[in-house]
Protein backbone atom coordinates (compact mmCIF):
# COMPACT_ATOMS: atom_id res chain seq x y z
CA UNK A 1 0.00 0.00 0.00
CA UNK A 2 1.34 3.65 -0.91
CA UNK A 3 0.55 7.48 -0.26
CA UNK A 4 0.11 8.93 -3.31
CA UNK A 5 0.48 13.01 -3.92
CA UNK A 6 -0.58 15.11 -6.56
CA UNK A 7 1.23 18.27 -6.87
CA UNK A 8 -1.41 20.38 -9.39
CA UNK A 9 0.49 23.13 -10.78
CA UNK A 10 -0.67 25.75 -13.54
CA UNK A 11 2.21 24.16 -16.17
CA UNK A 12 2.68 20.79 -14.65
CA UNK A 13 1.05 18.08 -12.32
CA UNK A 14 3.55 15.97 -10.42
CA UNK A 15 2.34 12.94 -9.32
CA UNK A 16 4.38 10.27 -6.60
CA UNK A 17 3.65 7.74 -4.51
CA UNK A 18 5.48 6.20 -1.52
CA UNK A 19 6.01 3.79 1.20
CA UNK A 20 5.45 4.63 5.09
CA UNK A 21 8.66 6.24 5.67
CA UNK A 22 7.81 9.18 2.56
CA UNK A 23 10.57 7.28 0.67
CA UNK A 24 9.20 8.33 -3.15
CA UNK A 25 9.07 4.99 -5.09
CA UNK A 26 7.48 6.42 -8.38
CA UNK A 27 6.64 10.13 -10.20
CA UNK A 28 5.62 11.63 -12.84
CA UNK A 29 5.51 14.90 -14.52
CA UNK A 30 2.81 15.29 -16.67
CA UNK A 31 1.70 18.88 -18.85
CA UNK A 32 -1.37 21.04 -17.46
CA UNK A 33 -3.90 20.45 -20.31
CA UNK A 34 -7.43 20.31 -19.88
CA UNK A 35 -8.91 18.66 -17.03
CA UNK A 36 -9.99 15.30 -18.63
CA UNK A 37 -6.66 14.81 -20.35
CA UNK A 38 -4.73 15.86 -17.61
CA UNK A 39 -6.63 13.16 -15.06
CA UNK A 40 -6.26 10.40 -17.63
CA UNK A 41 -2.43 10.55 -17.16
CA UNK A 42 -2.93 10.90 -13.24
CA UNK A 43 -5.25 8.12 -13.27
CA UNK A 44 -3.21 6.09 -15.83
CA UNK A 45 -0.44 6.46 -13.19
CA UNK A 46 -2.54 5.85 -9.77
CA UNK A 47 -3.93 3.00 -11.07
CA UNK A 48 -0.47 1.02 -11.21
CA UNK A 49 -0.95 1.43 -6.99
CA UNK A 50 -2.28 0.42 -4.12
CA UNK A 51 -3.21 3.43 -2.65
CA UNK A 52 -3.84 4.21 1.10
CA UNK A 53 -5.15 7.84 0.83
CA UNK A 54 -3.75 10.36 -1.22
CA UNK A 55 -2.79 14.26 -0.45
CA UNK A 56 -3.32 16.87 -3.40
CA UNK A 57 -2.00 20.28 -3.17
CA UNK A 58 -3.26 22.40 -5.53
CA UNK A 59 -3.03 25.60 -7.91
CA UNK A 60 -5.55 28.27 -6.35
CA UNK A 61 -7.73 29.69 -5.90
CA UNK A 62 -9.24 26.76 -4.50
CA UNK A 63 -12.52 25.87 -1.94
CA UNK A 64 -10.94 24.81 1.07
CA UNK A 65 -13.60 25.70 3.68
CA UNK A 66 -15.42 21.63 4.54
CA UNK A 67 -18.68 23.60 5.38
CA UNK A 68 -19.21 24.77 1.73
CA UNK A 69 -20.99 22.89 -1.10
CA UNK A 70 -17.60 23.44 -3.57
CA UNK A 71 -15.25 22.26 -0.76
CA UNK A 72 -12.69 20.48 -3.37
CA UNK A 73 -12.52 22.53 -5.82
CA UNK A 74 -10.89 24.61 -8.27
CA UNK A 75 -12.83 28.16 -8.11
CA UNK A 76 -12.27 31.29 -9.97
CA UNK A 77 -9.06 30.09 -12.01
CA UNK A 78 -8.60 32.08 -15.58
CA UNK A 79 -6.91 28.52 -16.41
CA UNK A 80 -9.18 27.34 -19.28
CA UNK A 81 -11.69 24.67 -17.90
CA UNK A 82 -10.07 24.49 -14.46
CA UNK A 83 -12.51 26.92 -13.05
CA UNK A 84 -15.01 25.45 -10.57
CA UNK A 85 -13.43 21.86 -11.14
CA UNK A 86 -14.51 19.34 -8.81
CA UNK A 87 -10.75 18.13 -8.08
CA UNK A 88 -11.03 16.38 -4.41
CA UNK A 89 -14.77 14.35 -6.25
CA UNK A 90 -12.94 13.62 -8.99
CA UNK A 91 -10.22 11.64 -7.60
CA UNK A 92 -12.44 10.28 -5.06
CA UNK A 93 -14.96 8.86 -7.86
CA UNK A 94 -11.71 6.75 -9.26
CA UNK A 95 -10.06 5.92 -5.59
CA UNK A 96 -12.27 5.69 -2.55
CA UNK A 97 -9.29 6.41 -0.10
CA UNK A 98 -9.22 9.20 2.27
CA UNK A 99 -7.84 12.54 0.27
CA UNK A 100 -6.52 15.98 1.42
CA UNK A 101 -6.59 18.86 -0.18
CA UNK A 102 -5.13 21.87 0.12
CA UNK A 103 -3.17 24.94 -2.05
CA UNK A 104 0.81 23.74 -3.48
CA UNK A 105 2.01 26.31 -0.95
CA UNK A 106 0.22 25.32 2.35
CA UNK A 107 1.77 21.61 1.10
CA UNK A 108 5.36 22.98 0.79
CA UNK A 109 5.66 25.08 4.19
CA UNK A 110 4.09 21.59 5.57
CA UNK A 111 6.40 19.39 3.64
CA UNK A 112 9.28 22.19 4.92
CA UNK A 113 8.26 21.80 8.47
CA UNK A 114 8.07 18.29 8.72
CA UNK A 115 11.51 17.20 6.50
CA UNK A 116 13.14 20.19 5.54
CA UNK A 117 14.53 23.64 6.65
CA UNK A 118 11.93 24.55 9.27
CA UNK A 119 11.94 21.01 11.08
CA UNK A 120 12.11 21.38 14.54
CA UNK A 121 9.74 24.55 14.43
CA UNK A 122 5.89 24.45 15.21
CA UNK A 123 5.08 27.33 12.84
CA UNK A 124 6.45 28.74 9.31
CA UNK A 125 5.47 30.02 6.52
CA UNK A 126 6.49 29.11 2.61
CA UNK A 127 6.50 31.72 -0.13
CA UNK A 128 6.53 31.22 -3.71
CA UNK A 129 8.31 33.80 -5.74
CA UNK A 130 7.21 32.43 -9.55
CA UNK A 131 4.78 32.97 -11.78
CA UNK A 132 2.88 34.04 -9.36
CA UNK A 133 2.85 34.90 -5.29
CA UNK A 134 1.51 32.69 -3.08
CA UNK A 135 2.13 31.99 0.49
CA UNK A 136 1.06 29.32 2.73
CA UNK A 137 1.80 28.51 6.29
CA UNK A 138 1.81 26.09 9.22
CA UNK A 139 0.82 28.05 12.82
CA UNK A 140 1.08 25.41 15.85
CA UNK A 141 1.59 22.29 13.75
CA UNK A 142 -1.56 22.91 11.86
CA UNK A 143 -2.21 24.40 7.85
CA UNK A 144 -3.26 27.64 8.26
CA UNK A 145 -6.60 28.07 6.59
CA UNK A 146 -9.92 29.43 7.83
CA UNK A 147 -12.70 30.24 5.35
CA UNK A 148 -10.63 30.32 2.54
CA UNK A 149 -6.73 29.92 2.15
CA UNK A 150 -4.22 32.77 2.33
CA UNK A 151 -3.53 34.87 -0.69
CA UNK A 152 -0.59 36.16 0.90
CA UNK A 153 0.70 37.17 -2.66
CA UNK A 154 -1.58 39.79 -3.21
CA UNK A 155 -0.44 42.10 -0.40
CA UNK A 156 -0.58 45.70 -1.06
CA UNK A 157 3.83 47.30 -0.75
CA UNK A 158 4.92 50.76 -0.78
CA UNK A 159 6.17 51.79 -4.62
CA UNK A 160 9.88 51.80 -4.70
CA UNK A 161 10.60 55.64 -5.44
CA UNK A 162 12.65 54.92 -8.58
CA UNK A 163 10.08 52.47 -9.85
CA UNK A 164 7.18 53.72 -12.19
CA UNK A 165 5.57 50.06 -13.30
CA UNK A 166 2.22 49.77 -12.68
CA UNK A 167 2.06 46.26 -12.17
CA UNK A 168 0.29 43.32 -13.51
CA UNK A 169 -1.97 41.76 -11.42
CA UNK A 170 -5.35 42.43 -13.04
CA UNK A 171 -7.48 42.67 -9.26
CA UNK A 172 -5.14 45.36 -7.86
CA UNK A 173 -2.22 46.43 -10.32
CA UNK A 174 0.21 46.63 -8.03
CA UNK A 175 0.35 44.49 -5.43
CA UNK A 176 3.29 42.57 -4.35
CA UNK A 177 2.58 39.83 -6.95
CA UNK A 178 1.64 42.68 -9.77
CA UNK A 179 5.11 44.28 -9.38
CA UNK A 180 7.45 41.27 -8.22
CA UNK A 181 6.54 38.07 -9.41
CA UNK A 182 8.35 36.62 -12.54
CA UNK A 183 5.99 38.58 -15.35
CA UNK A 184 6.63 42.06 -13.50
CA UNK A 185 10.06 41.68 -13.86
CA UNK A 186 9.73 40.84 -17.23
CA UNK A 187 7.35 43.25 -18.19
CA UNK A 188 9.71 46.06 -16.00
CA UNK A 189 12.71 45.77 -17.71
CA UNK A 190 11.61 43.63 -21.01
CA UNK A 191 13.56 40.14 -20.37
CA UNK A 192 13.13 37.31 -17.92
CA UNK A 193 14.87 37.50 -14.33
CA UNK A 194 17.55 34.54 -15.25
CA UNK A 195 18.88 36.88 -17.63
CA UNK A 196 19.39 40.03 -15.66
CA UNK A 197 21.62 38.00 -12.88
CA UNK A 198 24.04 40.86 -12.78
CA UNK A 199 21.43 43.88 -13.06
CA UNK A 200 21.50 44.70 -9.46
CA UNK A 201 19.25 47.71 -9.62
CA UNK A 202 16.63 44.62 -10.55
CA UNK A 203 17.33 42.74 -7.25
CA UNK A 204 17.26 45.62 -4.98
CA UNK A 205 13.84 46.67 -5.82
CA UNK A 206 12.47 43.03 -5.89
CA UNK A 207 14.19 42.47 -2.29
CA UNK A 208 12.67 45.72 -1.24
CA UNK A 209 9.16 44.48 -2.07
CA UNK A 210 9.52 41.17 -0.68
CA UNK A 211 10.78 42.38 2.43
CA UNK A 212 7.67 44.45 2.66
CA UNK A 213 5.44 41.60 2.94
CA UNK A 214 7.68 39.50 5.03
CA UNK A 215 7.55 42.28 7.43
CA UNK A 216 4.11 42.12 7.69
CA UNK A 217 4.08 38.08 7.82
CA UNK A 218 6.25 38.45 10.58
CA UNK A 219 4.28 40.77 12.44
CA UNK A 220 0.94 39.27 11.85
CA UNK A 221 1.49 35.50 11.81
CA UNK A 222 4.79 35.37 14.17
CA UNK A 223 6.42 32.42 12.35
CA UNK A 224 9.61 30.67 13.34
CA UNK A 225 10.88 30.37 9.90
CA UNK A 226 10.66 31.79 6.54
CA UNK A 227 11.29 29.94 3.64
CA UNK A 228 11.58 31.45 0.00
CA UNK A 229 10.87 29.57 -2.86
CA UNK A 230 10.04 29.39 -6.89
CA UNK A 231 11.99 30.30 -10.28
CA UNK A 232 12.69 33.83 -9.14
CA UNK A 233 14.21 32.69 -5.81
CA UNK A 234 16.80 31.25 -8.10
CA UNK A 235 18.38 34.06 -7.87
CA UNK A 236 20.52 33.66 -4.57
CA UNK A 237 21.79 37.26 -4.10
CA UNK A 238 18.24 38.04 -3.34
CA UNK A 239 18.55 36.05 0.00
CA UNK A 240 21.19 38.53 2.04
CA UNK A 241 19.46 41.60 0.48
CA UNK A 242 15.84 40.76 1.52
CA UNK A 243 16.88 40.25 4.72
CA UNK A 244 19.07 43.87 5.06
CA UNK A 245 16.15 45.20 3.93
CA UNK A 246 13.76 43.34 6.22
CA UNK A 247 15.96 44.37 9.34
CA UNK A 248 15.42 48.23 7.94
CA UNK A 249 12.13 47.77 8.06
CA UNK A 250 11.35 46.32 11.20
CA UNK A 251 13.47 48.38 13.59
CA UNK A 252 14.30 45.74 15.93
CA UNK A 253 10.60 46.37 16.96
CA UNK A 254 9.63 42.81 17.50
CA UNK A 255 11.67 39.43 18.35
CA UNK A 256 12.66 37.33 15.69
CA UNK A 257 15.49 34.69 15.21
CA UNK A 258 18.87 35.57 13.72
CA UNK A 259 17.96 36.83 9.86
CA UNK A 260 20.31 33.87 7.97
CA UNK A 261 18.33 31.59 10.10
CA UNK A 262 14.69 32.83 9.25
CA UNK A 263 14.77 33.91 5.85
CA UNK A 264 16.04 30.52 4.35
CA UNK A 265 15.58 28.53 0.68
CA UNK A 266 13.28 25.57 1.03
CA UNK A 267 15.46 22.30 2.27
CA UNK A 268 13.50 20.23 -0.11
CA UNK A 269 14.36 22.42 -2.86
CA UNK A 270 11.58 21.44 -5.38
CA UNK A 271 9.81 18.60 -3.69
CA UNK A 272 8.47 20.23 -0.90
CA UNK A 273 4.90 20.03 -2.33
CA UNK A 274 5.11 16.65 -3.02
CA UNK A 275 6.56 15.84 0.28
CA UNK A 276 3.56 17.76 1.50
CA UNK A 277 1.27 16.44 0.11
CA UNK A 278 2.76 12.84 1.03
CA UNK A 279 3.01 13.57 4.59
CA UNK A 280 -0.65 14.73 4.21
CA UNK A 281 -1.89 11.88 2.64
CA UNK A 282 -0.34 9.97 5.85
CA UNK A 283 -2.50 12.02 8.09
CA UNK A 284 -6.26 12.10 6.71
CA UNK A 285 -5.20 8.77 6.58
CA UNK A 286 -4.87 8.22 10.42
CA UNK A 287 -7.27 11.15 11.01
CA UNK A 288 -10.04 8.56 9.68
CA UNK A 289 -9.07 5.62 11.42
CA UNK A 290 -9.20 7.08 14.91
CA UNK A 291 -12.36 9.08 13.55
P1 LIG B 1 5.64 28.34 -11.51
O1 LIG B 1 5.47 29.54 -10.65
O2 LIG B 1 4.97 28.49 -12.84
O3 LIG B 1 5.33 27.06 -10.82
P2 LIG B 1 8.49 28.84 -11.30
O4 LIG B 1 8.47 28.85 -9.81
O5 LIG B 1 9.66 28.18 -11.98
O6 LIG B 1 7.19 28.20 -11.90
O7 LIG B 1 8.44 30.35 -11.75
C1 LIG B 1 8.55 30.75 -13.08
C2 LIG B 1 8.89 32.25 -13.09
O8 LIG B 1 10.16 32.41 -12.46
C3 LIG B 1 9.04 32.81 -14.49
O9 LIG B 1 8.48 34.12 -14.53
C4 LIG B 1 10.55 32.86 -14.73
O10 LIG B 1 10.93 33.92 -15.58
C5 LIG B 1 11.09 33.06 -13.33
N1 LIG B 1 12.39 32.38 -13.18
C6 LIG B 1 12.64 31.07 -13.37
N2 LIG B 1 13.94 30.78 -13.17
C7 LIG B 1 14.51 31.96 -12.84
C8 LIG B 1 15.86 32.34 -12.50
N3 LIG B 1 16.86 31.47 -12.49
N4 LIG B 1 16.07 33.65 -12.20
C9 LIG B 1 15.08 34.54 -12.21
N5 LIG B 1 13.82 34.26 -12.53
C10 LIG B 1 13.53 32.98 -12.84
ZN1 LIG C 1 -3.14 41.32 -6.74
Redesign the pocket.
Known amino acids: MYYGAIEA????FVCAVSDDQFVIKDRISIPTSSPAETLNQVFEFFDQYSLKSIGIAS?GPIDVNKNSKTYGYITTTPKPDWSNFDFVGTIKDRYPVAVAWTTDVNAAAYGELKKGNAQGCESCLYL?????IGGGAVVNGKLLEGYGHPEMGHVLVRLHPEDTYEGTCPYHGNCLEGLA???A??GRYGS???E??KADKVWEIEAYYIAQALVDYSLTLRPEKIIL????M??KQLFPLIRDEFAKLMANYVTIPDLNEYIVAPGLGDNAGVIGSLLLAAETCEDQLYS
Open positions: GGTKFTVGTGAGPIEKGDLEGGGVKQ
